[in-house]
């Protein structure tokens, strides 16, 4: 094991490497939770990385609500339900059946979850790397939400990322500010089971393909 | 050290959290370069990795684009001059002197070089998890771009995302479908230092800020 969490620059070995890959390999959107506790430090431990994400000129523009109170979990719930039921009906046949059956979200047994949103009047960073790309913000909240997720899945903790809502509703239901856009809302706790293959998959809604068609070599001319 | 990259689920230890930590610390935008070329093989490993990202609906929508072409790349530095030189007419006094001497990019050195871009239309994933939220395509590309830059990092490469460009410039330099959207180009070479902190830290142009503002336990209402 080589690298240091001193000031020197760390090097990083193979083993380091080997078990970053399992990381990145293991990493699941988790549905299914066990509702143990989680211990507050290591929630904020993974917080703490999640604050190092990369963010466009340094604006840190993440604004993360920890959602404790059952009735807002239970509009978060709600609104999941109301988005679900309207995306189901774009389906027909085996695929409306097999989508009915997916479990996509996992609000009522996570015990920790997060409404994340960017906050796209962000003083901070004076605006660098973000007038022709304003949309920089949210990928920078995205980066942020990312690095939690590998950070609590080295922990042993899943992370279910919600997309199945309203983002008015959403940011109805918290009262955040008119500037704050949802990026998603997150369930986190120990997953009821660990598998390296996607769920979608293991359910055969959708399996990975082959990345030729991702990776090209040349511009198209 | 603990964890397998068997078919077992692992178990990530102590010794591993220390190091992946090291790793977020150390990640940072790189713009200074050794021109010293990148072995093949360590570049797909990363993409390898970076393939791996979480996707909504298990959609893979990110299209990368390996960029080795000098006209290519030259035009792309004309883009970001254009777009860079826009930029910086919104600052005035020493604001703008300071602008003016960052370094924003690392194009002339980088040796490997991605332009990064979002099928919006991909058909993979059948649509789940996207109604309501279609920018989860995006976002699922911007996971893809984050996985590499770690998997880089780790290997001893730095990363550098350039976002100061019109992205219609570079949609139309690389002559992609019209469904495809810019998210990053990215520069990836030896960086020429590591540091912990940020350059824009170091060049007093943002500091990083106190976190209360970001991480909240309760919603506004």
């Known amino acids: 094991m080589t690298g240091q969490s001193s000031g020197e620059s760390p090097i990083f070995g193979d083993d380091f490497r080997t078990i970053f890959s399992d990381l990145i390999a293991w990493r699941r959107d988790v549905r299914h939770f066990r509702t143990d506790p989680i211990p507050p430090e290591v929630i904020a431990d993974c917080l703490a990385l999640a604050d190092l994400a990369p963010s466009v000129g340094n604006s840190q523009p993440w604004r993360w609500i920890n959602v404790s109170q059952p009735d807002l979990r239970a509009k978060v719930k709600a609104a999941f339900t109301e988005a ?84 008015a509703a959403i940011t109805e239901t918290f009262g955040v500010p008119s500037s704050w856009t949802l990026i998603g809302y997150l369930c986190v706790g120990y997953p009821a089971e660990d598998h390296i293959v996607p769920e979608l998959e293991r359910r055969h809604w959708q399996h990975r393909t082959p990345n030729e068609e991702r990776f090209r070599k040349q511009a198209f001319k």
């Open 84 to 167: 679900n039921n309207a995306a189901a009906k774009i389906y027909d046949g085996d695929q409306a059946a097999l989508y009915a059956r997916l479990k996509l979200e996992g609000i009522d047994a996570a015990p920790v979850q997060f409404a994340v949103f960017c906050e796209e009047s962000c003083p901070q960073g004076n605006g660098l790397g973000r007038q022709t790309m304003p949309e920089m913000l949210r990928y920078s909240t995205v980066c942020s939400i990312h690095t939690f997720w590998l950070a609590a899945r080295a922990r042993g903790i899943g992370m279910g990322w919600i997309s199945i809502v309203d983002p």
